[in-house]
């Protein structure tokens, strides 16, 4: 059994920026990939930004020069920075990944308003 548990999410307003965290219960070496997405009522889920074990990171192009995402084996964590925020980039962000099946953690608000 996997738990991502994610933080760092809040109010903010546009133009600043935030860290979000993902911890995992294991050792995250076990994951090809592990992604953020994010979701909004009414709306599919999109995957914002992904890492693979050797550190090869793909990013949605709504997000590309704004948001990094990084991995710490060490601490079993993966971050997502994110600068520059837009009203747009408003969600429920969470983390997931796939170990025989998908894991996903319970998420974080996100709220980019003045």
């Known amino acids: 059994q996997v738990q991502l548990v994610e933080s760092g999410g809040g109010l903010v307003q546009p133009g600043g920026s935030l860290r979000l965290s993902c911890v995992a219960s294991v050792s995250i070496s076990n994951f090809y990939t592990m992604g953020w997405y994010r979701q909004t009522p009414g709306r599919q889920r999109e995957l914002v930004a992904g890492?693979?074990?050797?550190?090869?990171?793909n990013y949605a192009d709504s997000v590309k020069g704004r948001f990094t995402i990084s991995r710490d084996s060490t601490k079993n964590t993966v971050y997502l920075q994110m600068n520059s925020l837009k009203p747009e980039d408003t969600a429920v962000y969470y983390c997931?990944?796939?170990?025989?099946?998908?894991?996903r953690g319970q998420g974080t608000q996100v709220t980019v308003s003045s």
């Open positions: 997931a990944t796939t170990w025989g099946r998908e894991y």
């Open positions: 890492i693979d074990i050797g550190g090869r990171t």
